[in-house]
């Protein structure tokens, strides 16, 4: 009798030994087959960074386009084509005596007058060609053509539409400076820029 009980006994630790190692097995099965979840430090997204430029890149259009609005005051006399704007943006370039080549520091006044008007694609200018008093009246007036055209071609060479550059010629007419004098020569041998539709 004892026998029979101390065998079952041994049957019934046996089967709980097993449970359990049957469990033990499972439990580190299910361990071994969930892999750990790998925390990743979230990066900025380049969609993010390219977003955030491209706003940007909008935002300092729009502020130079404000700018360029701000910097437009009607001239007092008309244009070839009516109403005119003088901008303080876009600079004039000035030519030695008798000259109308355009000199390595006019040529980067132009390039800087060519980068504002290849932002603002629907802006029409007129380039004054001037001359100092020396010479006579029509050859200042060629001469003075031949310089807006000079302050023209090298627009159009840097991407600005030529059907939106009208030139005139002044000579002498116009001077910036009325003194008699090498000093205001210089600053009236020039070529200038108006706006004449924005």
Not at 109 to 130: D, M, P, R, Y
Not at 165 to 183: A, F, M, Q, R, V
């Amino acid at each position: 009798m004892s026998c029979q009980i101390f065998h079952q006994r041994e049957v019934t630790m046996t089967k709980k030994s097993l449970i359990i190692t049957i469990f033990i097995l499972c439990f580190g099965l299910i361990m071994i087959g969930c892999p750990k979840k790998t925390v990743m430090k979230e990066e900025p997204s380049v969609k993010k960074e390219e977003a955030a430029k491209a706003e940007a890149e909008v935002a300092k259009e729009k502020a130079t386009k404000e700018q360029f609005e701000k910097s437009l005051v009607a001239a007092k006399t008309p244009g070839i084509e009516g109403q005119v704007f003088e901008s303080s943006l876009l600079k004039d370039i000035h030519f030695d005596f008798d000259r109308y080549d355009i000199r390595p520091t006019d040529a980067a006044i132009l390039k800087e007058n060519a980068a504002l008007l290849n932002k603002f694609t629907n802006v029409k200018i007129q380039i004054e060609g001037h001359c100092d008093e020396r010479g006579t009246v029509e050859y200042n007036l060629a001469l003075g053509e031949r310089r807006a055209t000079s302050a023209k071609n090298y627009l159009i060479s840097l991407g600005v539409a030529s059907v939106r550059i009208s030139t005139i010629s002044y000579g002498e007419e116009k001077p910036l400076d009325p003194i008699h004098n090498e000093e205001a020569w210089a600053k009236n041998r020039r070529a200038h820029t108006l706006v004449t539709a924005k």
